[in-house]
């Protein structure tokens, strides 16, 4: 079977981002951001996105593009004989998987709320207990979340049906081309509001004595995590794409460009959001309820609001479902190559299964919203808990020692993959930072997860 491959250079940056940009970075990142102080937590996530995140990121490409394969024969081909690395390639389509089983649920929301903006049913006089009622009878309603689920999963693996130059590369350039353009409107439209100076001074200015009170080490744990969590490591997710590329360019520069996209949406959703807030006299530190209860009662509030709530719920609908069509198709291709399957045959039974599979997370929130698992959460926070507490950390802690220690692939195996193209060379003197100070802290992340 031939492989398929990306079309151009600027087709695996753009879908290689689209995997990253993500619900992590439009819902998750303002509100972490707002719960803790704003600039020095700002300051901090793109000092660990640089030291921590583009270095895993060209482990995991580099592992992709040398073997050509997806994780578990990746692995297996690179590993030395005897050796069991390959099993964490199961563990990461595991992981692909359960994210998928909840990820496509919050993508339907988002989908839906655009919707709900776009025929007008938010009307303009509604306040913050309008709003939250309106969240609450969304998520008590199952056949409403199922209808908008199974639009999600339809039209992404229909998108991904088509292979990866009509499918996937060809959506993800439209896509991602609109996002980005919708963000910097929205972005301009926030600074304009009344209250835009000071949410942009809480948002980018660091204030260490507000930091100091919520205190600094909690800040700073929360930035790594975010840093971490916000370019989908350690699961696969970014191998496939690895093993797509051509090896034309180096991976170091490669990593800084998704890294630069990832950083510029996620930077660009708080510019949206928290002059939007503090010109509406918002807490800026609401939550994971920030996007769903806070500011659909912020837009329904200001001129137009009908209109900016709309295009700010398309940009959170392209943002989540780039992500999904990406995971997808690590699902697909895991499927092709293990079990000999055609694409279309693989698309069909993925398909049916995610969408089975993602009805636990829906039923949690209404016919089974007794049902407490780990810690007493519910079924969304338990699949999310697992993921990105677990696996994202566990994954990316695998991917490091696999290219770094003797017993793996190797260090010297590994920068010459990274290093090979035109482009930022990654020097060989961070041998040492890359083999004992970013597992440690990945280590931590770890610990304080769990």
Same mark, same amino acid.
């Given at each position: 079977?031939?492989?398929?491959?990306? !079309?151009?250079?600027?087709?695996?940056?753009?879908?290689?981002?689209?995997?990253?940009?993500?619900?992590?970075?439009?819902?998750?990142?303002?509100?972490?951001?707002?719960?803790?102080?704003?600039? #020095?937590?700002?300051? /901090?996530?793109?000092?660990?996105?640089?030291?921590?995140?583009?270095?895993?990121?060209?482990?995991?490409?580099?592992?992709?593009?040398?073997?050509?394969?997806?994780?578990? !024969?990746?692995?297996?081909?690179?590993?030395?004989?005897?050796?069991?690395?390959?099993?964490?390639?199961?563990?990461?389509?595991?992981?692909?998987?359960?994210?998928?089983?909840?990820?496509?649920?919050?993508?339907?929301?988002?989908?839906?709320?655009?919707?709900?903006?776009?025929? $007008?049913?938010?009307?303009?006089?509604? =306040?913050?207990?309008?709003?939250?009622?309106?969240?609450?009878?969304?998520?008590?309603?199952?056949?409403?979340?199922?209808?908008?689920?199974? +639009?999600?999963?339809? @039209?992404?693996?229909?998108?991904?049906?088509?292979?990866?130059?009509? $499918?996937?590369?060809?959506?993800?350039?439209?896509?991602?081309?609109?996002?980005?353009?919708?963000? #910097?409107?929205?972005?301009?439209?926030?600074? %304009?509001?009344?209250?835009?100076?000071?949410?942009?001074?809480?948002?980018?200015?660091?204030?260490?004595?507000?930091?100091?009170?919520?205190?600094?080490?909690?800040?700073?744990?929360?930035?790594?995590?975010?840093?971490?969590?916000?370019?989908?490591?350690?699961?696969?997710?970014?191998?496939?794409?690895?093993?797509? *590329? %051509?090896? =034309?360019?180096?991976?170091?520069?490669?990593?800084?460009?998704?890294?630069?996209?990832? %950083?510029?949406?996620?930077? *660009?959703?708080?510019?949206?959001?928290? &002059?939007?807030? /503090?010109?509406?006299?918002?807490?800026?530190? @609401?939550?994971?309820?920030?996007?769903?209860?806070?500011?659909?009662?912020?837009?329904?509030?200001?001129?137009?609001?009908?209109?900016?709530?709309?295009?700010? /719920?398309?940009? *959170?609908?392209?943002?989540?479902?780039?992500?999904?069509?990406?995971?997808?198709?690590?699902?697909?291709?895991?499927?092709?190559?293990?079990?000999?399957?055609?694409?279309?045959?693989? %698309?069909?039974?993925?398909?049916?299964?995610?969408?089975?599979?993602?009805?636990?997370?829906?039923?949690?929130?209404?016919?089974?919203? =007794?049902?407490?698992?780990?810690?007493?959460?519910?079924?969304?926070?338990?699949?999310?808990?697992?993921?990105?507490?677990?696996?994202? &950390?566990?994954?990316?802690?695998?991917?490091?020692?696999?290219?770094?220690?003797?017993?793996?692939?190797?260090?010297?195996?590994?920068?010459?993959?990274?290093?090979?193209?035109?482009?930022?060379?990654?020097?060989?003197?961070?041998?040492?930072?890359?083999?004992?100070?970013?597992?440690?802290?990945?280590?931590? +992340?770890?610990?304080?997860?769990?």
């Amino acid at each position: 079977m031939k492989r398929e491959s990306f !079309k151009s250079r600027i087709g695996f940056l753009l879908v290689s981002a689209g995997c990253a940009i993500g619900i992590g970075n439009v819902w998750r990142f303002p509100y972490v951001a707002g719960q803790n102080g704003g600039g #020095v937590f700002v300051l /901090f996530y793109l000092l660990f996105l640089l030291l921590m995140g583009a270095p895993v990121l060209t482990m995991e490409l580099a592992v992709g593009r040398a073997s050509r394969q997806s994780s578990v !024969k990746g692995f297996k081909n690179l590993e030395k004989p005897g050796h069991k690395w390959h099993f964490h390639g199961w563990l990461g389509l595991a992981a692909c998987y359960l994210l998928m089983m909840y990820y496509t649920t919050v993508a339907g929301w988002m989908l839906s709320y655009f919707y709900k903006f776009a025929v $007008g049913q938010f009307s303009s006089a509604m =306040d913050n207990a309008a709003s939250n009622a309106a969240f609450g009878a969304m998520l008590s309603n199952p056949g409403e979340m199922i209808l908008w689920m199974v +639009i999600v999963v339809v @039209a992404g693996f229909l998108v991904c049906s088509a292979g990866i130059q009509n $499918g996937l590369e060809r959506i993800s350039k439209w896509m991602m081309t609109s996002l980005l353009l919708l963000i #910097v409107v929205l972005a301009i439209h926030s600074c %304009t509001l009344s209250g835009a100076k000071e949410g942009l001074a809480f948002y980018l200015l660091p204030d260490f004595a507000r930091a100091s009170e919520l205190g600094i080490m909690n800040v700073l744990t929360a930035a790594m995590n975010q840093a971490f969590f916000t370019l989908s490591l350690g699961i696969g997710s970014m191998h496939i794409f690895g093993s797509y *590329m %051509t090896r =034309d360019h180096t991976l170091g520069g490669e990593a800084v460009r998704i890294c630069g996209l990832d %950083t510029f949406v996620a930077l *660009m959703s708080g510019t949206i959001i928290f &002059p939007a807030c /503090f010109s509406f006299g918002v807490e800026p530190n @609401a939550g994971p309820k920030l996007i769903f209860v806070t500011l659909p009662t912020v837009f329904s509030g200001m001129a137009g609001g009908r209109i900016w709530g709309t295009l700010f /719920f398309l940009f *959170m609908t392209f943002a989540s479902f780039t992500t999904v069509i990406a995971v997808f198709e690590n699902l697909i291709a895991g499927c092709m190559e293990n079990f000999g399957w055609e694409r279309k045959k693989s %698309t069909v039974i993925n398909c049916i299964f995610i969408l089975i599979a993602s009805l636990p997370c829906i039923f949690g929130y209404n016919i089974w919203s =007794d049902l407490k698992l780990i810690g007493g959460r519910d079924v969304l926070d338990t699949e999310d808990f697992l993921v990105s507490n677990l696996l994202l &950390p566990l994954g990316s802690l695998i991917y490091l020692l696999f290219c770094t220690s003797k017993w793996g692939w190797g260090f010297d195996k590994y920068i010459e993959e990274a290093n090979c193209g035109t482009g930022l060379r990654i020097p060989r003197s961070f041998k040492f930072f890359f083999r004992y100070v970013i597992p440690v802290l990945v280590v931590i +992340i770890l610990i304080q997860g769990l």
